[in-house]
C-alpha cells in the first residue's frame, strides 16, 4: 500500500552541489505536484505536471527543475542548490479532474543546504 | 494576497477541552473545494476532510466536526473532548476550479500549530 513514495528521506547538500528528489506514485494518478513547506509559511508549490511529458511552474519555481517521462514518476531537480532552498519537500498526486478527490502526499524529502 | 488565511498561528488547550480552528477563504469562482490536513510531528500530511462549495452541510467524524459556511467564506474546524494524540499543526487548503493556470493545486494557509497538555 506504497501511495506516494519520496525518496531520500534526508540529504544534506553543500551551495552549488545538485541533486534530484524522486516521487513515485502507484495510484495511476494523472496530476503530480511538488510544494516546498518551510517554518509559517505553509506549503507552496513549486512545479506541478498534468500528465506524461507534460509540466508547468506553481508559485515559486525559480532554481527547480521537473521532469515526468513516466506517469508515475515526478522528479525535482535543484540544479545548484542554494542556502534558500533549504525546506522540506512534499511531492503530491491526484487523480485527474476528479477535483473533490483529495491530494495523496508523500511522507516529505528534508532538504539542508549548507 | 493569500486565499487561505488561518489566524491562528498557535493554540494550546488541556486534555478533553474543545477547541475551534479557524480557517478563512478567499475567491471568485462559485465552484470550488476546501480541504482540512493534519501534519502530526512525525511530518506527514494526513488527509481529514473534503468539502465542495455546493455542500454547506457541516460534517461530523468522530470528535472532529467542520462548520461550512459561505456567507463568512469560513470552513472551521472543531475538536470535542481533545486529546493529547490531537497535537499538530493543521492546515486548511482551497482547490478552485481547473484552468490552464492552476490546474487543481491546493492553497494552503499557513497552519495552526495544536498543543494538546495531558
Known amino acids: 500500500n506504497a501511495g506516494v513514495t519520496q525518496t531520500p528521506k534526508f540529504r544534506v547538500l553543500k551551495t552549488g552541489q545538485s541533486m534530484t528528489l524522486l516521487c513515485a506514485q502507484d495510484m495511476n494518478h494523472e496530476y503530480m505536484y511538488w510544494y516546498r513547506q518551510d517554518p509559517g509559511m505553509g506549503l507552496r508549490l513549486i512545479h506541478y505536471?498534468?500528465?506524461?511529458?507534460?509540466?508547468a511552474k506553481g508559485e515559486v519555481p525559480d532554481g527547480y527543475n521537473v521532469s515526468r517521462l513516466k506517469k508515475q514518476n515526478f522528479l525535482l531537480g535543484l540544479e545548484s542548490a542554494a542556502p534558500s532552498q533549504t525546506s522540506v519537500y512534499f511531492c503530491?498526486?491526484?487523480?485527474?479532474?476528479?477535483?473533490?478527490?483529495?491530494?495523496?502526499f508523500g511522507d516529505g524529502t528534508r532538504l539542508s543546504i549548507l | 494576497a493569500q486565499k487561505v488565511t488561518q489566524a491562528q498561528t498557535e493554540i494550546s488547550v488541556v486534555e478533553k477541552e474543545d477547541v475551534t480552528l479557524d480557517c478563512v477563504y478567499e475567491?471568485?469562482?462559485?465552484?470550488?473545494?476546501l480541504f482540512w490536513y493534519k501534519q502530526p510531528p512525525s511530518g506527514e500530511l494526513v488527509f481529514l476532510i473534503r468539502?465542495?462549495?455546493?455542500?454547506?452541510q457541516n460534517e461530523i467524524s468522530g470528535r472532529y466536526s467542520w462548520n461550512f459556511q459561505k456567507s463568512t467564506s469560513s470552513f472551521n474546524f472543531t475538536i470535542t473532548a481533545s486529546q493529547v494524540v490531537d497535537s499538530a499543526v493543521y492546515f486548511c487548503a482551497l482547490s478552485e476550479e481547473d484552468r490552464g493556470s492552476t490546474l487543481g493545486r491546493l492553497y494552503f494557509g499557513r497552519g495552526t500549530q495544536l498543543t494538546v497538555w495531558p
Open positions: 475567491t471568485r469562482d462559485t465552484t470550488y473545494y
Open positions: 505536471s498534468v500528465g506524461e511529458g507534460t509540466t
Open positions: 468539502r465542495n462549495s455546493f455542500d454547506e
Open positions: 503530491a498526486s491526484r487523480a485527474g479532474r476528479a477535483q473533490l478527490q483529495p491530494q495523496h
